[in-house]
């Protein structure tokens, strides 16, 4: 995505305001997601070692940072990506049971990111993992989840309007839900990001279901999703592939579509290797993370996460990632966005 500089942006709070807002957002979604789905919060690692398979490979091409450690003989640590494998390995330690769950302040560095309004090079936000039975691997505890959720960013946007009346609430009252299949047949000829803007846009605010696999309509995924996390190809009682998908809203600062979450019923034993086969890397089934869930140590979850900066950024209606946290970015865009009044921390 290019850089968009809005027109007439106007800065709805000062930079000094801006901070104790941020802290706001931050404090009060936690608490709300913590309660209405059950978390506690733990301590995330911010490096795993590498050749385990913790480690998120998002889309299999994005490099993690990595660096050798001397007291253990040069062997390699990664930066995580994020902590998808980490948090289920968890659930299994802590024993924790069925319909109760944690989150965690994740932080990572994504080198490879293509930076714009809305990608950094630094990533923050909250990872969180809950333990269901196998009867919960359904559509619709997915979506009762997902309504959870956004229950509690619309409750953190009435908050802040409450402290800051004059940035009014966004949101529509309820979430549409929308598969990526159905979401192609309506747009055709848009490309996946179009057609997520156009949606959107409509709605207000939709979940798109199915990320990951290959679509009927197009013969390609809607978006890449790596093939050991999130359960993609396990068809859902809609008839399509599917248990996973993004939180999607309407930017109006931006006029784009504005992801806000990725998350979804994690891969049973079955659907791991069936993945796997199909991104043609059964290779991984060799790595501990993969034998421990073939075989049955891992306890069946779901999980996702939720960005900070990016709901700090919605909620606050700024225009660019870069005014609610603090990065790395190119001259010319600093110098692009200082002139039409976008001030990066």
Same mark, same amino acid.
């Given at each position: 995505? &290019?850089?968009?500089?809005?027109?007439?942006?106007?800065?709805?709070?000062?930079?000094?305001?801006?901070?104790?807002?941020?802290?706001?957002?931050?404090?009060?979604?936690?608490?709300?997601?913590?309660?209405?789905?059950?978390?506690?919060?733990?301590?995330?690692?911010?490096?795993?070692?590498?050749?385990?398979g913790?480690?998120d490979?998002?889309?299999g091409?994005?490099?993690?940072?990595?660096?050798?450690?001397?007291?253990?003989?040069?062997?390699? &640590?990664?930066?995580?990506?994020?902590?998808?494998?980490?948090?289920?390995?968890?659930?299994?330690?802590?024993?924790?049971?069925?319909?109760?769950?944690?989150?965690?302040?994740?932080?990572?560095?994504? @080198?490879?990111?293509?930076?714009?309004?809305?990608?950094?090079?630094?990533?923050?936000? $909250?990872? $969180?993992?809950?333990?269901?039975?196998?009867?919960?691997?359904?559509?619709?505890?997915?979506?009762?989840?997902?309504?959870?959720?956004?229950?509690?960013?619309?409750?953190?946007?009435?908050?802040?309007?409450?402290?800051?009346?004059?940035?009014?609430?966004?949101?529509?009252?309820?979430?549409?839900?929308?598969?990526?299949?159905?979401?192609?047949?309506?747009?055709?000829?848009?490309?996946?990001?179009?057609?997520?803007?156009? &949606?959107?846009?409509?709605?207000? @605010?939709?979940?798109?279901?199915?990320?990951?696999?290959?679509?009927?309509?197009?013969?390609?995924?809607?978006?890449?999703?790596?093939?050991?996390? *999130?359960?993609?190809?396990?068809?859902?009682?809609?008839?399509?592939?599917?248990?996973?998908?993004?939180?999607?809203?309407?930017?109006?600062?931006?006029?784009r579509?504005f992801?806000?979450?990725?998350m979804?019923?994690?891969?049973?034993?079955?659907?791991?290797?069936?993945? =796997?086969?199909?991104r043609g890397?059964?290779?991984?089934?060799?790595?501990?993370?993969?034998? *421990?869930?073939? *075989?049955?140590?891992?306890?069946?979850?779901?999980?996702?996460?939720?960005?900070?900066?990016?709901?700090?950024?919605?909620? =606050?209606?700024? @225009?660019?990632?870069?005014?609610?946290?603090?990065?790395? $970015?190119?001259?010319?865009?600093?110098?692009?966005?200082r002139a &039409?009044?976008?001030?990066?921390?």
């Amino acid at each position: 995505m &290019a850089l968009i500089i809005p027109k007439s942006y106007k800065l709805k709070l000062l930079p000094e305001t801006t901070e104790v807002a941020i802290k706001l957002v931050k404090d009060d979604f936690q608490k709300r997601l913590s309660e209405s789905l059950n978390l506690r919060r733990v301590t995330a690692p911010l490096f795993v070692m590498a050749g385990t398979g913790l480690n998120d490979d998002l889309n299999g091409v994005e490099r993690p940072v990595s660096f050798p450690i001397k007291h253990l003989g040069d062997r390699k &640590a990664e930066v995580v990506h994020s902590l998808a494998k980490w948090k289920r390995t968890k659930l299994g330690v802590y024993g924790i049971a069925p319909g109760y769950g944690l989150y965690t302040d994740m932080n990572a560095i994504r @080198a490879d990111e293509e930076l714009d309004n809305l990608h950094s090079l630094y990533v923050d936000q $909250w990872d $969180w993992e809950k333990t269901i039975r196998e009867e919960d691997r359904t559509l619709d505890y997915l979506k009762a989840t997902v309504e959870k959720i956004y229950e509690a960013i619309r409750q953190t946007e009435h908050d802040v309007y409450l402290r800051f009346p004059h940035i009014t609430p966004r949101l529509p009252e309820k979430i549409t839900f929308i598969h990526t299949e159905e979401l192609a047949r309506m747009y055709p000829g848009l490309t996946a990001q179009q057609r997520e803007t156009e &949606a959107a846009k409509k709605y207000g @605010a939709i979940f798109l279901i199915g990320i990951g696999a290959k679509l009927e309509a197009t013969g390609e995924p809607h978006d890449g999703r790596a093939p050991d996390y *999130d359960d993609w190809i396990t068809e859902n009682s809609d008839g399509y592939k599917g248990l996973n998908g993004d939180i999607v809203v309407y930017d109006s600062v931006l006029d784009r579509a504005f992801e806000l979450s990725s998350m979804g019923i994690r891969v049973s034993p079955e659907s791991l290797v069936k993945q =796997l086969e199909e991104r043609g890397c059964t290779d991984r089934l060799k790595l501990q993370f993969h034998k *421990d869930l073939v *075989d049955g140590k891992l306890p069946y979850s779901i999980g996702g996460g939720i960005g900070q900066s990016r709901l700090c950024m919605f909620l =606050l209606q700024k @225009a660019h990632i870069g005014e609610v946290q603090a990065s790395i $970015w190119p001259d010319d865009q600093i110098a692009e966005c200082r002139a &039409a009044g976008i001030e990066l921390i």
